[in-house]
């Protein structure tokens, strides 16, 4: 479904935040030398649930250096003795390729070892490999089920996930309400990426009555957690004056935030900010500083504001060359030989000129493209 400026956040993300190692201990629990040494006693007579607690330590390097071999060790001892942590690290690792050589397949294996026996975050971890055809083919029907198992249990990421498929109507007949019902228990939970979900729901009513007040609220408790996305809609809320009194300085101060995270829409607003010198003091060289980061990931609007500033030479040498670049890219798949302001800039250059730019933006494209396409996961430990 389309949404102007709001965009779900993907599953690569909420992969990211869940494919962590499991100690399951608590905060009094936390290890010293003196209660290592006694769970390596515990570890070595057979204790599974001791040999997966000292593969943590290990994989942290808690009291001991940091060992992932042997965390592994540990691990596959665990996971050997059919503990579901020790199961679901062993996934972890072998997702990572730490202490051992990655392994896709093998990992979704041990996942869905633990995911049997209730797990929630490797039922979770399971289904997004199965969503996304990590290690495996696309499934979304089993997807659809592992989150399920997830979010009864009441792990948030899942909630969310079992939510989005239900907006979009993956693996399931759309249902909009349920959408909204799976987005509320993540968000109730302070998950970040749900309460930003709840809040396009919201802001669009979708599966619920619309709500500008609701969705800024939703939006500002995901900004305040350091969501970019969430930090740029609460801006943009402010900047229009939609759901909360208009404010351009703090719309200002969100966008900055966002921008700040390398999100290209904020950097582009942020730089029109400048440009118009509303809500910030005036400042064309910021301007056309923001301008120029998101023109690099790619923002189409960015690209048009830096061509403009090119062609007039405002904050920037004039330059026309680069001012039909930046215009070409922002054009994206519309007809080129239809845009009067690129029109404009190509009768002012040489073909020779012409020519150059088509093969730089020709390049910068692929390049774009490629630097995408290498984009990998990057799971990180938490207790």
Partial sequence: MNRPWLH?????????????????????????ARSFADLLRKAQRGDHRAQNRVGVAFSRGEVVGLDPPEAMHWFLKAAAAGDPRGEYNLGVMLYRGTGVNRNLAEALTWFEKAAAKGLPEAQFNAGCFY???IGVPQNLGR???????????????????????YETGEAV?????????????????????????????????????????KAAECFRLAAEQGDAKAQLAVGDLYR???????DEQVAAMWLGKAAEQGEAAAETRLGVLYLTGKGVVQDDSMAAAWFSKAAEQGDHDAQANLSYLYESGRS???????????????????????????????????????????RRASEWRT?????????????????
């Fill in 8 to 32: 779900v956040m993907g599953l690569v993300f909420v992969l990211a935040s869940v494919l962590t190692l499991r100690a399951d201990e608590e905060p009094k629990d936390r290890l010293d």
């Fill in 131 to 133: 969503e996304l055809g």
């Fill in 143 to 165: 997807a659809l089920a592992l989150f399920y198992d997830a979010a009864s249990q009441g792990l948030a990421p899942a909630q969310n996930n079992l939510g989005r498929l």
């Fill in 173 to 213: 007949v759309p249902d909009l309400r349920m959408a909204v019902k799976w987005y509320t228990k993540a968000a109730k939970q302070g998950d970040a990426i749900g309460q930003f979900d709840l809040g396009t729901m919201y802001s669009h009513g979708l599966g619920v009555a619309q709500d500008h007040a």
């Fill in 240 to 246: 229009v004056g939609l759901g909360v009194a208009k």
């Fill in 316 to 358: 920037v040498s004039r330059d026309l060359n680069r001012a039909y670049l930046w215009r070409l890219l922002s054009l994206e798949t519309r007809a080129p030989e239809k845009d009067e302001k690129l029109s404009k800039l190509a009768r002012q250059l040489s073909e020779d000129d012409i020519a150059e730019a088509e």
């Fill in 367 to 383: 390049a774009h493209v490629s630097h995408a396409a290498e984009l990998q996961l990057a799971p990180s430990l938490r207790p």
